[in-house]
């Protein structure tokens, strides 16, 4: 059963850092595309990062270039996104996600990340 | 950027009746391999989304197949033939075509 368990969410102050976690199981982690989602709580879904299965290749959204990184760890089935210059509008819970076929096949459950003073 | 559009984006329906939502991209979203990277997500309250169909029209494993897809190019639609009770919940429509992907704005199903 695949399973994505992501952590790192708290309340953070405006131009704070933050690190979210995902610790992936219940598949070949090296052999997947992964990416972040985020959604504000009651709207809707944005889709904020992509990184190849090799680490190689990685997409953001324009709102969040320059100050998120994806990255990943494939001898620890883990991906990760750091965050830092953080505003009001990243308020948000982030999945973390399994990509196949162009799309996420697999969601966590969302850790939620708020931004305010 | 990929602009998806939504329509309805509330749709009260009966239990037992049709449902339809239209999905349209404002560029195409044919890839170089033939395929279009349209997919449907839905997620109910509380839950987060889960995919119910991919590459327009292909169904993942344990989706009903009262739910079925289709379009190509820039219009696409999620049906569903007779709705029932479970699928209640806010239904996406997704491009990964070209990046970044994006999402529709989320059609809120609901019961009358």
């Known amino acids: 059963e695949v399973q994505l368990v992501e952590s790192g969410g708290v309340l953070v102050q405006p131009g704070g850092s933050l690190r979210l976690s995902c610790a992936a199981s219940g598949f070949t982690f090296s052999n997947y595309w992964m990416n972040w989602a985020r959604q504000v709580p009651g709207k809707g879904l944005e889709w904020v990062a992509n990184?190849?299965?090799?680490?190689?290749?990685?997409y953001y959204v324009d709102s969040v270039k320059g100050r998120f990184t994806i990255s990943r760890d494939n001898a620890k089935n883990s991906l990760s996104l750091q965050m830092s210059s953080l505003r009001d509008d990243d308020t948000a819970i982030y999945y973390c996600g399994r990509s196949n076929d162009h799309s996420t096949t697999d969601w966590g459950q969302g850790t939620l990340v708020t931004v305010s003073s | 950027d990929v602009v998806m559009t939504q329509s309805p984006l509330s749709l009260p329906v009966t239990l037992g009746q049709p449902a339809s939502i239209s999905c349209r991209s404002s560029q195409s979203l044919a890839y170089s391999d033939g395929n279009n990277y349209l997919s449907w997500f839905q997620q109910r309250p509380g839950q987060s989304p889960r995919r119910l169909i991919y590459k327009v029209s292909y169904r993942d494993s344990g989706v009903p197949d009262r739910f079925s897809g289709s379009g190509s190019g820039t219009d696409f639609t999620l049906e569903i033939s007779r709705v029932e009770a479970e699928d209640i919940g806010v239904y996406y429509c997704?491009?990964?075509?070209?990046?970044?992907?994006?999402f529709g704005q989320g059609t809120k199903l609901e019961i009358k």
């Open positions: 997704m491009q990964g075509t070209h990046w970044p992907y994006s």
């Open positions: 990184i190849k299965y090799d680490g190689s290749q990685k």
